[in-house]
T-cell receptor, first 112, second 113 residues
Framework: KQEVTQIPAALSVPEGENLVLNCSFT??????LQWFRQDPGKGLTSLLLIQSSQREQTSGRLNASLDKSSGRSTLYIAASQPGDSATYLCAARNSGNTPLVFGKGTRLSVIA | DTAVSQTPKYLVTQMGNDKSIKCEQNLGHDTMYWYKQDSKKFLKIMFS???????INETVPNRFSPKSPDKAHLNLHINSLELGDSAVYFCASSQSGFNQPQHFGDGTRLSIL
């Protein structure tokens, strides 16, 4: 059974810093992995989706990597801004009709 | 404009009541989902429908009954509400296929008194 863990649970950084959020999963036979952002009182916004055949995906200041053999994914945020403050969730999907399995998220605060 | 919309945004009701949450998506997606986010912020899948047919049911009590009148709608009806049902319920949708990203609504915060 797939389990997804995100450490740390919370992270606070000064504006302008580059940072890395970590996600680990127990079953390396994943189909894809998706990173989301959740703002307070809001739904989830999809940031990046990495297929199992890919090593990384980039969108603007965000770069997500995937290492299936080690069961890890990272989300790199360059030049962080206060508007990046949110909870970031990763979710893994195994093959077939299996659902996304979410981590508990990392709550990021970027201090101006 | 909203891609995935849920109503109501907030729902406060008493134990034992029956309530419904509606979800509509205007993205033309074939697959829709319901998730539950508990007080510890842990997000778990409840149901998934593809082309109005149930494809995932994750050991949810049968007091929860999803209904999909068409591909653009997936409503959630809950009978005999219990205290443990208090949570935020999220609807999501995606294109068919497991490599498609999911798009979420803003959630419905259900509080049971």
């Amino acid at each position: 059974k797939q389990e997804v863990t995100q450490i740390p649970a919370a992270l606070s950084v000064p504006e302008g810093e580059n940072l890395v959020l970590n996600c680990s999963f127990t079953d390396s036979a994943i189909y894809n992995l998706q990173w989301f952002r959740q703002d307070p009182g809001k739904g989830l916004t999809s940031l990046l989706l990495i297929q199992s055949s890919q090593r990384e995906q980039t969108s603007g200041r965000l770069n997500a990597s995937l290492d299936k053999s080690s069961g890890r994914s990272t989300l790199y945020i360059a030049a962080s801004q206060p508007g990046d403050s949110a909870t970031y969730l990763c979710a893994a999907r195994n093959s077939g009709n299996t659902p996304l399995v979410f981590g508990k998220g990392t709550r990021l605060s970027v201090i101006a | 404009d909203t891609a995935v919309s849920q109503t109501p945004k907030y729902l406060v009701t008493q134990m034992g009541n029956d309530k419904s949450i509606k979800c509509e998506q205007n993205l033309g997606h074939d697959t829709m989902y319901w998730y539950k986010q508990d007080s510890k912020k842990f997000l778990k899948i409840m149901f998934s429908y593809n082309n109005k047919e149930l494809i995932i049911n994750e050991t949810v009590p049968n007091r929860f009954s999803p209904k999909s009148p068409d591909k653009a709608h997936l409503n959630l009806h809950i009978n005999s509400l219990e205290l443990g049902d208090s949570a935020v319920y999220f609807c999501a949708s995606s294109q068919s296929g497991f490599n498609q990203p999911q798009h979420f609504g803003d959630g419905t915060r259900l509080s049971i008194l």
